[in-house]
């Protein structure tokens, strides 16, 4: 069956980096969009990036600049490389597939001192 384990969340002092990873099974990984979610707490869903098939990519405004994504289709990964944190980044990451509607489990990113 479809899985995405995200892991790599942790608790980080802002300016501070950090990377979160994320491994896809069960579909065809290497044709399929990939998204990066995020849910701070007490607020609703905010897209932070997309990878295409073909490694193009976009972000949100708020991690533009910050944050890069990229993906291995040979080992069926797609990670977040976040820098410069703020405390603004503090939220639940999720990896999804959107256009299928493939979620991951989840994992904490916080910053803070």
């Known amino acids: 069956q479809v899985q995405l384990v995200a892991s790599g969340g942790g608790l980080k002092q802002p300016g501070g980096s950090l990377s979160v990873s994320c491994a896809a099974s069960?579909?065809?990984?290497?044709?399929?969009?990939m998204y990066w979610v995020r849910q701070a707490p007490g607020k609703g869903l905010e897209w932070v990036s997309t990878?295409?098939?073909?490694?193009?990519?976009n972000y949100a405004d708020s991690v533009k600049g910050r944050f890069t994504v990229s993906r291995d289709n040979a080992k069926n990964t797609v990670t977040l490389q976040m820098n410069s944190l703020k405390p603004e980044d503090t939220a639940l990451y999720y990896c999804a597939d959107l256009g299928a509607g493939y979620w991951g489990q989840g994992t904490q990113v916080t910053v803070s001192s």
């Open positions: 990878i295409r098939s073909a490694a193009s990519t």
């Open positions: 069960g579909f065809t990984f290497s044709s399929h969009w």
